[in-house]
């Protein structure tokens, strides 16, 4: 008899590093890696139904074209992957499917997702009825909303012809609802409590900004969490993409000619190991005007998960 595969979520927020934590874990031998099948599912049922509603209700031209923008194709030809396929059949029924199909030469799975694109513990019914462990990534919302500005920041950069927008108009909450950066940290927590009461135990969680000062102790603590033999050799890794062609994922999220790609994932895919992040206490008054409140009502739910993280130092104090 075959070893029983074995799956491990990781569910987290944008900006928080993840793609990096999902290239690390590739390196796995025999690893099976899903990056964000539920975002591509969300992306279907969400972002297209409501992408004309938004824009017809937007006042000023440069941002109705700013949403535009972000959903051109490009032109140029790329190296596709039997892995990869069109997100345009990548539902949650069909997502769910393929979860529930393991393939037997791979005896470990992770898959990487957004909290948000299952709505927290809402959407429960879109999970895998299989066995699984579920895994959380948080990061210091300070951090997490910061890096979204600037994200969005670089998308507008790289929108050929479109200076004439200024960043400061766009506001992420109001403008992009397909993007709900509100309950970023909401769905996240309400997933992990969710999985807290139905495991009967605090799951693992991982904090970016420790994993990133001290890789050689947390990736250790996780592997061992999640039942993979831990090496030395899983703190560097080979920096070009072309480990990306062995994760399952939509052909647009893997397109290097994208901005999806460009913008969001080009950096943390083209990484080596992980790196030491500034030791600088933000404040919430650094952030833009329009992001404050969302980091703010976010902290407490941090800082809850926070103290459950697994820590550097089994001594320290929580928080």
């Given at each position: 008899?075959?070893?029983?595969?074995?799956?491990?979520?990781?569910?987290?927020?944008?900006?928080?590093?993840?793609?990096?934590?999902?290239?690390?874990?590739?390196?796995?031998?025999?690893?099976?890696?899903?990056?964000?099948?539920?975002?591509?599912?969300?992306?279907?049922?969400?972002?297209?139904?409501?992408?004309?509603?938004?824009?017809?209700?937007?006042?000023?031209?440069?941002?109705?074209?700013?949403?535009?923008?972000?959903?051109?194709?490009?032109?140029?030809?790329?190296?596709?992957?039997?892995?990869?396929?069109?997100?345009?059949?990548?539902?949650?029924?069909?997502?769910?499917?393929?979860?529930?199909?393991?393939?037997?030469?791979?005896?470990?799975?992770?898959?990487?997702?957004?909290?948000?694109?299952?709505?927290?513990?809402?959407?429960?019914?879109?999970?895998?009825?299989?066995?699984?462990?579920?895994?959380?990534?948080?990061?210091?919302?300070?951090?997490?909303?910061?890096?979204?500005?600037?994200?969005?920041?670089?998308?507008?950069?790289?929108?050929?012809?479109?200076?004439?927008?200024?960043?400061?108009?766009?506001?992420?909450?109001?403008?992009?609802?397909?993007?709900?950066?509100?309950?970023?940290?909401?769905?996240?927590?309400?997933?992990?409590?969710?999985?807290?009461?139905?495991?009967?135990?605090?799951?693992?969680?991982?904090?970016?900004?420790?994993?990133?000062?001290?890789?050689?102790?947390?990736l250790g603590k996780y592997f061992e969490a999640v039942g993979l033999p831990w090496s030395e050799k899983y703190l560097s890794w080979?920096?070009?993409?072309?480990?990306?062609?062995?994760?399952?994922?939509?052909?647009?999220?893997?397109?290097?000619?994208?901005?999806?790609?460009?913008?969001?994932?080009?950096?943390?895919?083209?990484?080596?190991?992980?790196?030491?992040?500034?030791?600088?206490?933000?404040?919430?008054?650094?952030?833009?005007?329009?992001?404050?409140?969302?980091?703010?009502?976010?902290?407490?739910?941090?800082?809850?998960?926070?103290?459950?993280?697994?820590?550097?130092?089994?001594?320290?104090?929580?928080?």
């Amino acid at each position: 008899m075959g070893q029983e595969p074995r799956t491990v979520f990781l569910w987290t927020t944008p900006r928080s590093l993840s793609t990096v934590f999902t290239k690390c874990i590739s390196f796995v031998d025999n690893v099976q890696i899903w990056f964000e099948p539920y975002g591509c599912a969300f992306g279907n049922k969400i972002y297209h139904s409501i992408k004309d509603n938004l824009k017809s209700e937007m006042n000023d031209s440069s941002l109705r074209g700013f949403v535009d923008r972000q959903d051109e194709e490009p032109t140029s030809t790329f190296s596709s992957s039997r892995n990869w396929f069109e997100e345009d059949i990548m539902t949650y029924p069909w997502v769910k499917a393929q979860l529930e199909t393991p393939d037997p030469k791979k005896p470990f799975r992770f898959i990487k997702n957004m909290a948000y694109n299952i709505n927290g513990d809402i959407n429960f019914e879109y999970l895998p009825d299989i066995k699984c462990q579920h895994t959380f990534l948080i990061r210091n919302p300070l951090r997490i909303y910061s890096s979204c500005k600037v994200t969005v920041a670089a998308s507008k950069a790289s929108s050929n012809g479109f200076d004439d927008i200024d960043l400061k108009s766009v506001n992420l909450v109001k403008h992009f609802p397909y993007f709900p950066i509100n309950t970023f940290y909401d769905t996240l927590y309400k997933l992990w409590r969710a999985v807290k009461t139905m495991e009967g135990r605090v799951p693992v969680v991982i904090d970016a900004e420790e994993l990133c000062n001290k890789p050689d102790i947390l990736l250790g603590k996780y592997f061992e969490a999640v039942g993979l033999p831990w090496s030395e050799k899983y703190l560097s890794w080979d920096a070009s993409g072309d480990i990306t062609k062995e994760w399952k994922t939509s052909k647009e999220r893997m397109n290097p000619h994208s901005k999806i790609y460009k913008v969001w994932y080009k950096t943390a895919i083209e990484s080596s190991r992980f790196i030491p992040t500034e030791k600088r206490v933000l404040s919430v008054d650094e952030l833009p005007r329009d992001l404050r409140e969302c980091a703010s009502k976010a902290m407490p739910l941090y800082k809850e998960m926070f103290e459950s993280r697994t820590k550097v130092n089994d001594l320290e104090v929580a928080y």
